[in-house]
């Protein structure tokens, strides 16, 4: 068999991936998820005579505790699987990208395991995120005085 057969068979048996089904699943989730929050933010501001802005820090500390716990019980990944990219807006996939580098690597100690990787996963996203804070930062300098 050469290399093109190969590849002939490969690609027959891979399955294929239904990329309008899963945005529009992914496009669901994450406004369903907005939605939600946006409820949230509502309660807590008629309800509880809470600030906005205080509504939406504690928005986000239950979002991250809330991803952060489902990681920890083994739903997450099982509901990511589902729901595609629609469980990962920037506050919930963060924490779970956390919590599950901070659970797999437990064992090996609190400073060689859990110390060294815990941002093993978040660390792209921390690091390209303060490059781009300080790059369009910068920009905002020099354009807007």
């Not at 859990?114 to 781009?132: D, E, I, P, Q």
Request: hydrophobic share 50%.
């Amino acid at each position: 068999m050469n290399k093109d057969e190969y590849q002939k068979l490969v690609s027959e048996f891979t399955p294929k991936e239904k990329k309008l089904k899963n945005a529009v699943l992914a496009f669901l989730v994450g406004g369903a998820i907005g939605f939600i929050g946006q409820v949230v933010v509502a309660i807590l501001t008629t309800s509880f005579s809470m600030e906005v802005k205080d509504a939406y820090v504690w928005l986000c500390i239950s979002m991250i505790f809330i991803s952060s716990l489902l990681t920890a019980l083994g739903f997450f990944d099982n509901w990511v699987s589902k729901c595609k990219a629609g469980l990962f807006l920037p506050t919930t996939g963060f924490a779970h990208s956390v919590t599950s580098a901070a659970l797999d690597y437990r064992k090996d100690g609190f400073i060689t395991g859990l110390g060294a990787n815990f941002f093993k996963l978040a660390g792209s996203v921390l690091l390209y995120g303060m490059l781009g804070g300080f790059f369009f930062g910068v920009l905002g300098v020099i354009f807007h005085g």
